[in-house]
């Protein structure tokens, strides 16, 4: 190994022991990266496959939006609207991740989080509305992504408070006799670093799949019912009335789990980071 | 008598059984614990939505093995 190269590798072990910190609304200038980024965004994923309204692109660009016109003004005494999506923003601070991981730390981590639980919710929300239908992150594609980040994030969070303790607090948890860490350290490892983001992606994908399907059974059975066996003069067709009382019910459910699953992704990311970080006795 | 058809949703009946159980004991208990304490009705319905969550995976794994692409025998 030459001189240079070892020095490039020292360099670069410097700069992964540096602390890395999250981005914060106050870090300086960072628009020119945030408009890059935003116009990038919404350029690549305005181009839909079949031509038609692109969903995710609609949710990116309509969060931009009301968060940049509700925080373009702000007042001391809030207005009506900023005082709603201050209600939201606190919710999410303190009902999420100052609630599990305490305000100190909490504040390191609440930028992503608070990012993960809006453009989750924003995604989630695309299934109820109609013209964008299937939500963004019924697709798995997406949530796939948000839970690698979450894995990384507590992985990360992990190393950085522990260090290599951070492994063996995990693989090999103290106050169990030594021979059963054969079985342990191995099931440890499964559930940790596994299953936690296979179960965050299916979780999320699922219950918008689910819901989309049995919103679809509902609605084309009322269509099969109206315009197939009410034309044709069976008076059975007026069980369509109940498939579409059913469909509406469960669009105001969707509504709700959208809300929920998103909170439950935020909470999840939220209580692993702590288990990651916690000091095992 | 030739029957045709897909193992799937079968499969997918007998998995909920299970988080169904699941589901129903985390809710009755926090029912429970409300009606000895209600002042904390907030704290625990945030915890019973995260216990319904954790349950409900295996559910939804269920749904997932229908995607799975098996090889046709």
Redesign the interface.
């Given at each position: 190994m030459t001189d240079v190269t070892a020095r490039v590798m020292s360099d670069a072990v410097d700069g992964l022991s540096q602390p890395i910190d999250a981005p914060t609304l106050g870090a300086p200038n960072p628009e020119p990266t945030l408009s890059i980024h935003v116009a990038s965004l919404i350029a690549t994923a305005a181009a839909s496959d079949d031509g038609g309204v692109h969903g995710p692109a609609v949710t990116v660009a309509v969060i931009i939006l009301i968060f940049w016109l509700g925080t373009r003004n702000m007042k001391i005494v809030p207005g009506r609207g900023q005082a709603a999506l201050e209600a939201i923003f606190m919710f999410v601070r303190n009902?999420i991740v100052y609630d599990t991981l305490g305000e100190q730390r909490g504040r390191r981590y609440e930028p992503i989080l608070m990012t993960m639980f809006f453009l989750i919710l924003g995604m989630n929300l695309t299934g109820t509305i109609p013209g964008l239908q299937l939500a963004g992150t019924a697709a798995i594609g997406l949530p796939l992504i948000l839970a690698v980040v979450s894995w990384v994030m507590f992985i990360y969070a992990g190393m950085r408070e522990k260090g290599a303790k951070f492994w063996k607090d995990s693989l090999f948890p103290p106050g169990v006799p030594v021979w059963l860490y054969v079985f342990i350290a191995p099931l440890e490892f499964l559930s940790t670093f596994i299953v936690r983001p296979v179960?965050l992606t299916?979780?999320l994908?699922?219950?918008m799949?689910?819901g989309h399907m049995l919103l679809v059974l509902c609605f084309t059975a009322t269509q099969f019912f109206f315009f197939t066996v009410l034309a044709d003069g069976n008076l059975l067709g007026l069980l369509g009335v109940g498939s579409f009382a059913f469909g509406l019910a469960f669009t105001v459910l969707e509504l709700f789990i959208a809300a929920?699953?998103a909170?439950?992704f935020a909470?999840?990311s939220a209580?692993y980071i702590q288990l990651a970080v916690a000091e095992e006795h | 008598m030739n029957i045709v058809g897909q193992l799937a949703p079968l499969a997918f009946g007998l998995a909920v059984i299970g988080s169904g159980i699941g589901v129903g004991y985390v809710i009755g208990k926090t029912i429970e614990s409300v009606a000895r304490q209600p002042e904390l009705q907030g704290r625990l319905q945030s915890l019973m939505f995260l216990g319904v969550a954790l349950t409900e995976a295996l559910c939804f794994i269920a749904i997932a093995v229908a995607f799975i692409p098996f090889p046709a025998p």
């Open positions: 009902g179960t299916l979780r994908t699922m219950n799949i689910a929920l699953q909170y439950v909470i999840l209580i | -």
